[in-house]
């Protein structure tokens, strides 16, 4: 056996998840359609033609959910509004069963010792915003700000860390470039635009929150963040791996840190620039008192005139470990993530919001479910923040992708991310070995190296 490695006191351990991908209850307590309503009910778009209208059940178990909390002992938990249940238009009437939900969950985690982590946007915008042109309209973005004021006016007494945008990238360009999220669309210049609308009214909720909010009140943004290395040291290759990692990452860490789109992306774009108008900079860059980091592996690039607007392509390193989502697996990149950020942003506090692993885990015959591969896969990552923190990198907590097997968004129900098993049929859940073991490194608050 190793020696124990230690984390600071009070590292908040925690366990994320998010609204469509857990809760169910789709039509309940006056909820709007949402986005992703409307995209897993279009043939072909999702795996098998899941949907999230029952999920895990979680609008209806939330308390046994924060029993297994509990249990694992978890010191934090982040989740996601959805906000077509606070405004089933997207705007005007406010739900206040919508609102009456997230209280009820509020209070019960406080009771219960844990610290509520609000994400307010983790891509399940109502879908009457989307038919009035959704984050492509820059009135979203007011509607947005509302939607901010009226969850934090409730909650903001009790909880005091908000994220405003769950990964941007992902709902800008997988929403409106590749297609492969909801809404669907599949347009540079559509995507590029959102993304500016995405970053604008982060800034604009950051403002909202600390207005409306206490002196505890901390604000954030979760981006997901990947080391991109070239394939070759090659020219062509390192102009590559810089275009994407300008593409995933300084696009939208530049705005918020340093007040500025990164010029030789801007110049890429050309034509689908986004538009910008006076004073939105200074909003986007409005300031935050904590990054979100969510890493799952690292990207390795190789130029390719055919490989779209981009012309790359990313390549597999050979003799590598890669997980259920073909992800290749690569613990040092969580390091190198938490290092680059810090060196290059200096947000005044880190916290990875989302790591974990997908496997195809099964129920043995005697009712456990054995992940052994999830586990290491969670300690080696354990393990390169506990790096980081070492060198005064300053990481305040670490929630795992994912307390419990939930939607996987386009891969519908197929992936298991889950530290808790779910039994679909009869929702009955089963910690994971990998969330007693999880458990225990919170206990201990370390981990065996
Ligand atoms: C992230 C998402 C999260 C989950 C994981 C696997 O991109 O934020 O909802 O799907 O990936």
């Not at 056996?1 to 609204?19: I, K, N, Q, R």
């Not at 986005?35 to 609008?59: E, S």
């Not at 860490?253 to 500025?260: E, H």
Request: hydrophobic share 35%; net charge negative.
């Amino acid at each position: 056996m190793g020696s124990l490695l230690h984390f600071p006191e009070h590292f908040v351990w925690g366990a994320a998840t998010a609204s469509y991908q857990i809760e169910g209850g789709y039509e309940k307590g006056g909820r709007g359609e949402s986005i992703w309503d409307r995209f897993c009910r279009t043939p072909g778009k999702v795996y098998n033609g899941d949907t999230g209208d029952v999920a895990c059940d979680h609008y209806h178990r939330y308390r046994e959910d924060i029993a297994l909390m509990r249990e694992i002992g978890l010191k934090g938990y982040r989740f996601s509004v959805a906000w077509p249940r606070i405004f089933p238009e997207g705007r005007g009437t406010l739900n206040p069963a919508g609102l009456d939900f997230y209280d009820r969950l509020v209070d019960g985690l406080l009771d219960a010792g844990i610290q509520p982590f609000v994400t307010l946007y983790h891509w399940d915008l109502p879908q009457a915003l989307q038919d009035r042109g959704g984050w492509a309209n820059r009135d979203t973005v007011v509607a947005f700000r509302d939607y901010t004021a009226a969850v934090s006016e409730r909650l903001g007494d009790r909880v005091a860390h908000w994220i405003t945008h769950n990964e941007p990238w992902v709902a800008a360009f997988l929403g409106h470039e590749t297609g492969m999220h909801a809404p669907g669309i599949t347009d540079l210049a559509t995507a590029v635009q959102v993304s500016h609308h995405l970053l604008l009214s982060h800034g604009e909720a950051v403002r909202v929150l600390r207005e409306r909010g206490n002196a505890r009140t901390q604000v954030g943004i979760v981006c997901n963040i990947a080391p991109v290395q070239p394939a070759s040291e090659s020219e062509e290759d390192r102009a590559a791996a810089r275009r994407f990692d300008g593409y995933l990452n300084r696009w939208f860490l530049d705005p918020v840190f340093k007040g500025a789109y990164p010029e030789d992306m801007l110049a890429w774009y050309g034509d689908c620039a986004p538009e910008v108008q006076v004073g939105d900079m200074k909003a986007i860059s409005e300031k935050t008192d904590f990054l979100g980091v969510n890493y799952y592996t690292r990207s390795v690039m190789a130029a390719d005139p055919e490989g779209g607007f981009l012309r790359i392509r990313d390549v597999h390193p050979e003799n590598s470990e890669y997980t259920e989502m073909d992800w290749e697996i690569y613990p040092e990149g969580l390091y190198e993530t938490l290092n680059r950020v810090h060196r290059d942003y200096k947000a005044p506090l880190l916290y990875v919001t989302e790591n974990g692993a997908a496997f195809s885990d099964e129920v043995g015959p005697d009712g456990q479910v054995r992940d052994p591969r999830r586990k290491a896969y969670l300690r080696d990552h354990f393990i390169q923040a506990h790096r980081a923190i070492q060198e005064g990198i300053p990481l305040a907590g670490y929630f795992v992708w994912s307390l419990m097997d939930n939607f996987e968004w386009a891969h519908g129900y197929s992936k298991r991310f889950g530290i808790t098993y779910v039994d679909y049929p009869t929702q009955q859940r089963i910690l994971k070995e990998s969330g007693r073991w999880v458990g225990e490194v919170i206990l201990a608050n370390g981990v065996e190296a």
